[in-house]
């Protein structure tokens, strides 16, 4: 069965950072993009950042480009986002899910790990 479990989340003040991780199972992962979505409270979740399968190229979303990195390891089907400078308008909850551009296994959706970022 299909299954993402991420970690990493926390209470960091504002420019601090943080690395969350994501394993999954159930899937061949080398055989997928893998990316990042986010939840704040009372708003749709979003996408933040994407990887190919390959991890040859990758997407951000404009507010966390250059703050933000997606990382991914095949052999232990993992796949990470360094958040660097985090800011208050980050605080959500972070999910992982296959695809590139949008969520592939869109029935397994993990429970995610909150990420709070205040003073």
């Known amino acids: 069965q299909v299954q993402f479990v991420e970690s990493g989340g926390g209470l960091v003040q504002p420019g601090g950072s943080l690395r969350l991780s994501c394993a999954a199972s159930?899937?061949?992962?080398?055989?997928?993009?893998m990316s990042w979505y986010r939840q704040a409270p009372g708003k749709e979740r979003e996408l933040v950042a994407g990887?190919?399968?390959?991890?040859?190229?990758?997407t951000y979303r404009p507010s966390v480009k250059g703050r933000f990195t997606i990382s991914r390891d095949n052999a232990k089907n993992m796949v990470s986002l360094q958040m660097n400078n985090l800011k208050p308008d980050d605080t959500a909850v972070y999910y992982c899910?296959?695809?590139?551009?949008?969520?592939?296994?869109?029935?397994?959706w993990g429970k995610g790990t909150l990420v709070t970022v205040s003073s």
């Open positions: 899910n296959a695809g590139f551009l949008s969520p592939y296994y869109r029935e397994y």
């Open positions: 159930g899937f061949t992962f080398s055989g997928y993009g």
């Open positions: 990887m190919t399968s390959a991890g040859s190229s990758t």
